[in-house]
């Protein structure tokens, strides 16, 4: 019916607690400042600013999104393809308005796009879609055969003009490089973790400790 159709949202997903979320914020942040920083990262600033050598500040050049959360299912309020089949999942409205914790295991930046990895439990899984990663394969050949999961993130900021269903897709990326057994450039140990390049301005810093994220399953019209 119209009304069924009316009420599906823009989008599904966890959507961190506020306190967290400020926490999550200091770390970055302070995980930005220290990147731009190093002589490693300078060294390949072209990637960010197009000119070599040119300073950038990182915490500029990202523009954060609202509120933090990982997305299960895209569904534009039932345009997107399987929109509808979602919604009505069992493990979907079983789960609505349930309490999870989210591991944020790994933080990534690229020129367009900074995020969170997030790496998801077997019960997690249930809401995740069966072709989230599949869905991307025309921007991330490699995706296709990707494990499940492997998109799921939390978008931290998005460069000037860039929309933030971009992160996933750069995560996607980096995650197939993993895959193909090319182990990046191992920089630096860090208090934080281990940060890797991957070329073509793409950090990733793995996280020593991972961040236990309380989430909320549901979904946003906005
Ligand atoms: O940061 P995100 O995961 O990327 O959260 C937002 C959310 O939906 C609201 O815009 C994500 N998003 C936007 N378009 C798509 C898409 N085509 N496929 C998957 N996720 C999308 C965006």
Redesign the pocket.
């Known amino acids: 019916s119209q009304l069924e159709e009316m009420s599906l949202p ?2 599904f ?1 966890w959507f961190l607690l506020s306190s967290i979320q400020d926490k999550i914020r200091c770390t970055s942040m302070d995980f930005l400042k220290t990147l731009d920083t190093l002589e490693a990262f300078k060294k390949h600033s072209i990637d960010f600013t197009g000119k070599a050598e040119k300073e950038v500040d990182l915490e500029q050049y990202f523009k954060a ?1 609202g509120t933090l ?3 299960t299912k ?1 569904c ?1 309020y039932g345009k ?1 393809e399987g929109a509808k089949e979602y919604a009505q999942k069992p493990a979907v409205t079983d789960f609505y308005g349930s309490a999870f914790e989210m591991s944020l295991s790994a933080l990534f930046v690229t020129p367009r796009t900074f995020g969170a990895r997030v790496s998801l439990t077997e019960e997690q899984l249930l809401l995740w879609p069966d072709d ?1 990663e599949k ?1 991307a394969a025309s921007a991330v050949p490699a995706a296709a055969s990707l494990p499940l999961g492997s998109r799921a ?3 931290l900021g998005c460069a000037e003009g860039i ?3 971009q ?2 897709l750069d995560l996607l990326q980096i995650v197939a490089l993993q895959q193909e057994g090319q182990q990046g450039e191992l920089v630096e140990e860090m208090e934080l973790g281990s940060l890797t390049y991957y070329g073509e301005g793409r950090w990733l810093i793995s996280l020593r400790e991972p961040i236990c994220a309380p989430a909320c399953f549901s979904s ?1 019209y906005k």
């Open positions: 823009l989008y997903g999104k959360h990982c997305t895209y534009d997107a989230a869905e993130h939390v978008t929309e933030p269903v992160t996933g946003s």
